[in-house]
C-alpha cells in the first residue's frame, strides 16, 4: 500500500472518529447542552436577551452530529456485513460524506489484502500451470505445502475487487485501465450506485469503488513459471530481489513477461514502467522444480456495454449498444442524440507494440519510433509539428542570410526545454497523413464532379483516419464506412491520388484544428467552419492555456493554404512575433463583429449566385475563390449579450460560410470544451464526450514566442567579412591547374576514413561509429548510437543531462533501469582496449559518463582545428578540417531523436560554411580558382542556398576565364532561389549586374551617389 493510500485512510479514520467520539466531548466541554439548564414554553413568550437563540444552536449542533454519526454507523455495519448500506430519507448529503469517509478508512485495511489492487481473477487467466504469488505479501513461505494454499484462496476470491479513486480519475478512464474497456464504466456505475449518489461523472479521490474482477485476459506461458502480481510501490529490481534474490536479474522477469497482456490491455515494454495489479512471470529459482503445463482456460466474453447519456450529469442510461464495427468514439453523436462513449480501438496488430505506442514510452534502446498525441505538460504533438516547422524555415531563412562571420542565435534556459521537448513530440508524418487525405478525398470528389462532403470532425489513429460527417453520404474507395455513411475510415499508408494530382488541389477543409485526445490515444479534430464556434470554458487559467494552444496550432497548420485568424484583446503580441500573415489582433470586437457580418452576407450571396449550396462546392467545383479563406475569430476577453448575440448570427446562419469564432469563458453556440478546476481532463460538448485537451501554458506560450522571434533573419549577431569584388578578380591571373574530372561541379560526399585502433564517433556528415570492438543487435543500434553521440560530444555528462537528452519525454520520472541497460549495452558495443579497460568506463571520475581519451570523434578533430574561429583559422587547419565534411551534420538521424542535436548542428553549418568561404575566398585571392571551387563545393553541399558561397563560386568561375562555367553557376544559383521562393540578395543582384554590364554603374551604385 502506498504512502498516499495510508495517509487517506488514516485521515479517514480520524475524522470518523472525532465527529462520532470527540465532537460530543467538545460540546459536553463548552458547555453546549441545551438541556442542563431546563427549558421552558415560557422562554418563548419572553423578550429574548440571546440565550434562547443560544439554546437553538446547541439544538443543532447535538442534532447535526446525531445525523452524522447514524449514517456512520449504518455504513460501518453495511461494509462489515458486506451489503448496501440503506438509504435515510432526508440524510442524503450526510450518508455520501460517510460512504466517503467509510471507504477511505475501510481501505487502510484492505488495501493490505490481495483485493487492495485490481488484479486478475484466476478464471480469467490461465494460471493453472504456474504458481500465484502476490508481491508484498509475505513472502517467507517456501515450502511446498503452503503455496498450493496460497493458490486456492487466489480462485476462491471474491467476484469483486476495490480500487481507490486517484486525482482525475473518471469512471470512463477507470473501466479503460482497470477492466481493458471504457464501454465497462455501466458495470462500476451498477456496483456503486449507492456510493455514486446518482452522479456517476463526481468522484472524489479517496473513495474506495468496487469493480468485477473481470479483467481482459492475459495470456501467460504454461512452463511451470510462476506469476506475482504488482503492488503499489514494487519495481522491478525490488521484485527480482525477493523473489529471486538477486535485483540484478530483474531482465529475467522482464524478458518472461513481455507477452503477458495485461489486465488493462497493455503489454509490458518498458522494465521501468509497471503498474500496480499487472501480472509478471517469475522464472525458477536455481535448483528448483517446475510444475508441467496445464490446459488453459477459454476467456470469457466481456458483457456489452451501454452508451452514457449526453449529459455527463444525468445518472440514467440509454440502452442502446454500439455496433461493433463501427467503434469510431463519442464523436458519432450528433447534436441532441445520446453519444456513443469512445471505443478501445485496436490501434496496432501488436498489443504491446499498441501499447507502447499509446503510452510513448517504449523508451528502451531498441523501441520503435513511439505513437504519441501531446507532450507531457499538453502541447499536441500536430502543433509540435507546425511550431517545429516555423522555427525551421526562420532558421533556414537565417542561414541563407547569414554573413561569413556572424552567428545564429540559439535559445537558452526553459526555451531551449520547450524546443527539446516540441522537437521530441513533433508528428510531421501525422500532419502528413491528415493532410493527404483530405487532399485526397478533395481530389475524388473533383474528379467526380461532386461536391466535398461536410465534415465535422475527424479522428486520428495509429492506424487510420476517421471522419465525421454532418449528413450520411458515400464516399468512393478506399474509404470504408463504418456504419450507416456518417463516418467513413481510411486506412494508414493507403493513398488517394498521386502526389502531384493531391498537391495541387486546394485545402478542403483549412479550419480543422486538433481539439486534444481521447482515451484510446488518438487525436481529436473539429472543424471550426463546420461547427461554427467553440467556447472554452473554466478556470482563467485552463481557458487561456486551451485557447492560446488552439490559435497557434491554426496559425502554424501545415494542411491549411491559407486562413485568417483574429485574435481580440488578449494574445497582444502574437501578430508582431509570428509576422506570417496568418494573424492579426484588435483590441476590441464591435467593429470587427460588422465586418464578418458583411463578409457573410457577401459570400453566401456569391455562393448562391454560382448556383452551388455550400462552401464545401464551391472548393470541390473550384468556384468563388474569394471565398475559400476561413477567418477564425478568436475572443479572448468580455463581450456582452449584445455582441455575443451578433457573433452567434455570423457562425451558426446556414449555408455555411468560411467564418468561425473560438471564445474563452462564454459560448455562443453547441460546441464547448468544459474543464473542471484542477483537472486535466474536459468534456465535449454537446456530445459529452471525455477528453484530454491540448493546452499551452502562459509560460510556454512565451517561450514560444521567444524562439519564433529568436529564430528571425534580422536577429543575427556579429560583423561580417568583406566579400572580393569583380574588379579585384579580374585583377588576378588565374594559375595553371590540373584538369578536374566532369563530375566537379557536384559535392563530392566524402566518405569515412579506414577502421581506426580506438572507437571513433561521426557526426560530419551521417552519424555513425567505427572502430567499436564489440556486437551490438540491429534493433538497438539506432539509440544506442544516439547515445555514443551524446555521450562523445557532452564528456562526463551527468545521468539527469543523458536523460532529458535521449529521453526527454520522460524527465520527472527515474530512468535508472533503462539508462543502466543502454550504458551497458553501449559498453560492451564500444568494447575495451588492448589492456583490457573499457572505452566507456563503468565508474568515472566526478561520478559522470564519458568515453576514455582513446575514444574520438571528427566534430572533436573539427574543433580542435578550428576554434571557434573559421574565419581566422591557418589555411592548413581549414583544408585538414573540411577533409573531416561528409555531408550534413546529423544527416538522416530519426526525426524525433536527435532533439537535443540542433544548437550543435547550427553551429557546426555555420562554422563549416565560415570554414569553406575562408578557404574559398583564400585561395580566389591567389589566383587558384580550381582549389577555390573544390573548398566551395564542401561548404554548398552543407548549405547549398548560401548566396555568399554562390557568389564566390561565380567569382571562381569568371576567375577562369569560361563564360560557360561561370554562365552554369549562375544559372545553378537562380534555379535554387527560384524553388525556394526567395529574392536574391542585393549583394548577389549587384555581383550579377557587374558581370552582365561591366563598367556600368549598379544599383548600389546609384543608390549610393
Known amino acids: 500500500m502506498n504512502a498516499r493510500r495510508r495517509l487517506l485512510g488514516l485521515a479517514a479514520l480520524v475524522a470518523i472518529l472525532a465527529i462520532t467520539v470527540g465532537l460530543p466531548v467538545v460540546l459536553v466541554a463548552v458547555g453546549a447542552n441545551p438541556l442542563a439548564d431546563g427549558a421552558s414554553w415560557g422562554d418563548l413568550t419572553r423578550p429574548d436577551d440571546g440565550s434562547l437563540a443560544l439554546a437553538a444552536i446547541k439544538v443543532i449542533a447535538w442534532i447535526a452530529w446525531a445525523a452524522l454519526t447514524i449514517t456512520l454507523l449504518v455504513e460501518i455495519i453495511a461494509r462489515v456485513r458486506g451489503i448496501r448500506p440503506p438509504r435515510l430519507p432526508g440524510l442524503a448529503l450526510p450518508q455520501g460524506w460517510a460512504q466517503g469517509l467509510v471507504g477511505a478508512a475501510f481501505a487502510l485495511f484492505a488495501a493490505a489484502g490481495p483485493t487492495a489492487v485490481v488484479s486478475p481473477p484466476a478464471s480469467a487467466v490461465p494460471l493453472d500451470a504456474v504458481e500465484p504469488v502476490v508481491v508484498g505479501a509475505d513472502r517467507s513461505v517456501a515450502d511446498g505445502a503452503a503455496r498450493p494454499q496460497q493458490q486456492t484462496k487466489e480462485r476462491d476470491a471474491p467476484a469483486t475487487v476495490a480500487y481507490t479513486v486517484q486525482p482525475n480519475d473518471s469512471l470512463w478512464s477507470i473501466a479503460e485501465k482497470c477492466l481493458g474497456d471504457g464501454h465497462r464504466y455501466t458495470e462500476l456505475v451498477e456496483l456503486n450506485a449507492d456510493l ?29 513459471r510462476r506469476t506475482v502480481t504488482v503492488q503499489p510501490g514494487d519495481t522491478m529490481t525490488s521484485i527480482a530481489s525477493d523473489e529471486l534474490g538477486d535485483p540484478d536479474r530483474y531482465r529475467e522477469i522482464f524478458d518472461a513477461s513481455t507477452d503477458i497482456t495485461q489486465p488493462d490491455g497493455a503489454r509490458l515494454s518498458d522494465p521501468d514502467r509497471i503498474q500496480p495489479g499487472w501480472t509478471l512471470v517469475i522464472p525458477a529459482v536455481r535448483g528448483e522444480g517446475e510444475p508441467g503445463p496445464s490446459p488453459t482456460p477459454e476467456p470469457a466474453e466481456p458483457p456489452a456495454a451501454e452508451m452514457p447519456t449526453a449529459e455527463p450529469e444525468d445518472s440514467e442510461a440509454v440502452d442502446a449498444t454500439p455496433r461493433p464495427e463501427r467503434r469510431p468514439g463519442a464523436l458519432s453523436a450528433l447534436p441532441g442524440e445520446a453519444p456513443t462513449a469512445p471505443a478501445a480501438v485496436q490501434v496496432a496488430p501488436d498489443a504491446g507494440a499498441a501499447e507502447t505506442a499509446v503510452s510513448g514510452h517504449g523508451d528502451e534502446p531498441d523501441s520503435v519510433d513511439a505513437w504519441k498525441v501531446a507532450t507531457g505538460s499538453g502541447i499536441g504533438t500536430i502543433l509540435a509539428a507546425g511550431s517545429i516547422a516555423l522555427v525551421a524555415r526562420r532558421r533556414s531563412a537565417q542561414q541563407r542570410r547569414r554573413k561569413p562571420g556572424q552567428k545564429i542565435p540559439m535559445p537558452e534556459g526553459s526555451a531551449a526545454t ?87 488541389v486546394p485545402a478542403p477543409y483549412p479550419a480543422l484544428v486538433t481539439v486534444g485526445h481521447d482515451d484510446t490515444a488518438s487525436h481529436i479534430f473539429l472543424n471550426l467552419e463546420c461547427i461554427g464556434s467553440l467556447a472554452i470554458t473554466g478556470t482563467e487559467e485552463d481557458t487561456r492555456a486551451i ?419 561561370e554562365a552554369e553557376a549562375i544559372d545553378r544559383l537562380l534555379a535554387i532561389t527560384e524553388e525556394l521562393e526567395v529574392e536574391l540578395e542585393p549583394e548577389t543582384e549587384q555581383l550579377l549586374a557587374e558581370l552582365k554590364n561591366p563598367g556600368e554603374p549598379t544599383k548600389t551604385h546609384l543608390r549610393a551617389l
Not at 198 to 217: E, H, I, M, N, R
Not at 472 to 488: C, K, M, R, V
Open 547 to 965: 485557447v492560446a494552444a488552439l490559435t497557434l496550432e491554426l496559425a502554424t497548420s501545415e494542411w491549411a493554404d491559407d486562413l485568417q485568424v483574429t485574435v481580440v484583446g488578449w494574445l497582444a503580441d502574437i501578430e508582431g512575433v509570428l509576422r506570417s500573415g496568418r494573424i492579426r489582433w484588435v483590441p476590441t470586437i464591435d467593429r470587427l463583429l460588422d465586418q464578418l457580418a458583411e463578409r457573410a452576407e457577401s459570400d453566401r450571396q456569391a455562393i448562391a449566385e454560382a448556383g452551388v449550396r455550400d462552401l464545401g462546392a464551391v472548393r470541390s467545383a473550384g468556384l468563388v475563390p474569394d471565398a475559400w479563406t476561413p477567418e477564425i475569430v478568436v475572443v479572448a476577453d468580455f463581450m456582452t449579450e449584445a455582441q455575443k448575440s451578433k457573433l452567434a448570427a455570423v457562425t451558426a446562419q446556414t449555408p455555411k460560410v468560411a467564418v468561425a469564432a473560438i471564445t474563452s469563458g462564454v459560448s455562443v453556440g453547441q460546441w464547448a470544451i468544459r474543464t473542471s478546476p484542477g483537472g486535466s481532463r474536459a468534456i465535449l460538448d454537446p456530445i459529452a464526450m471525455p477528453l484530454t485537451p491540448q493546452r499551452l501554458a502562459l509560460d510556454q506560450y512565451d517561450d514560444l514566442l521567444g524562439l519564433v522571434a529568436l529564430a528571425d533573419p534580422a536577429g543575427l549577431v556579429g560583423d561580417r567579412d568583406p566579400e572580393p569584388s569583380v574588379a579585384q578578380v579580374e585583377t588576378l591571373e588565374p594559375v595553371p591547374e590540373p584538369e578536374r574530372d566532369a563530375n566537379d561541379g557536384a559535392p563530392a560526399r566524402r566518405e569515412a576514413p579506414d577502421t581506426p585502433t580506438a572507437p571513433r564517433l561521426f557526426v560530419l556528415g551521417p552519424v555513425d561509429i567505427v572502430g567499436a570492438t564489440g556486437t551490438v543487435e540491429d534493433s538497438r543500434k539506432a539509440r544506442l548510437l544516439e547515445l555514443a553521440a551524446y555521450l562523445a560530444l557532452h564528456p562526463n555528462a551527468t545521468a539527469p543531462a543523458i536523460d532529458d537528452a535521449i529521453w526527454p519525454d520522460r524527465r520527472t520520472e527515474d530512468n535508472l533501469n533503462t539508462r543502466n541497460t543502454a550504458t551497458s549495452k553501449l559498453r560492451r558495443w564500444v568494447g575495451q582496449d588492448e589492456s583490457g579497460q573499457d572505452f566507456l568506463p563503468r565508474h568515472a571520475a566526478g561520478g559522470g559518463y564519458g568515453f576514455t581519451d582513446d575514444v574520438t570523434s571528427d566534430v572533436g578533430d573539427w574543433d580542435a582545428l578550428m576554434g571557434g574561429d573559421p574565419l581566422n583559422a591557418s589555411t592548413e587547419n581549414l583544408e585538414a578540417a573540411l577533409e573531416l565534411v561528409r555531408g550534413t551534420p546529423f544527416e538522416g538521424t530519426h526525426r524525433r531523436r536527435y532533439a537535443w542535436s540542433e544548437p550543435i548542428r547550427q553551429r557546426l553549418v555555420s562554422e563549416i560554411v565560415d570554414a569553406s568561404y575562408a578557404l574559398t575566398k583564400r585561395r580566389l585571392m591567389e589566383g587558384h580558382w580550381r582549389a577555390a571551387e573544390a573548398a566551395v563545393t564542401v561548404g554548398l553541399l552543407v548549405d547549398p542556398a548560401q548566396e555568399a558561397l554562390w557568389r564566390l563560386r561565380i567569382l571562381a568561375a569568371h576567375e577562369s576565364r569560361n563564360p560557360a562555367a
Open 418 to 504: 520547450l524546443e527539446q521537448e516540441l522537437r521530441t513530440a513533433a508528428d510531421e508524418l501525422a500532419v502528413q497523413r491528415v493532410d493527404d487525405a483530405l487532399r485526397g478525398l478533395a481530389h475524388q470528389c473533383s474528379e467526380a464532379g461532386e461536391p466535398l462532403p461536410g465534415v465535422r470532425a475527424a479522428r486520428l489513429t495509429v492506424d487510420r483516419f476517421e471522419l465525421y460527417l454532418e449528413e450520411p453520404e458515400h464516399l468512393t474507395a478506399p474509404w470504408q464506412d463504418l456504419g450507416d455513411g456518417s463516418i467513413w475510415a481510411l486506412d494508414a499508408g493507403t493513398a488517394l491520388a498521386p502526389d502531384s494530382a493531391s498537391s495541387s
Open 196 to 224: 455514486l449518489g446518482g452522479k456517476p461523472d463526481f468522484l472524489q479521490p479517496g473513495w474506495v469503488l468496487t469493480l468485477p474482477a473481470s479483467p481482459a485476459p492475459s495470456t501467460v506461458p504454461a512452463d511451470g
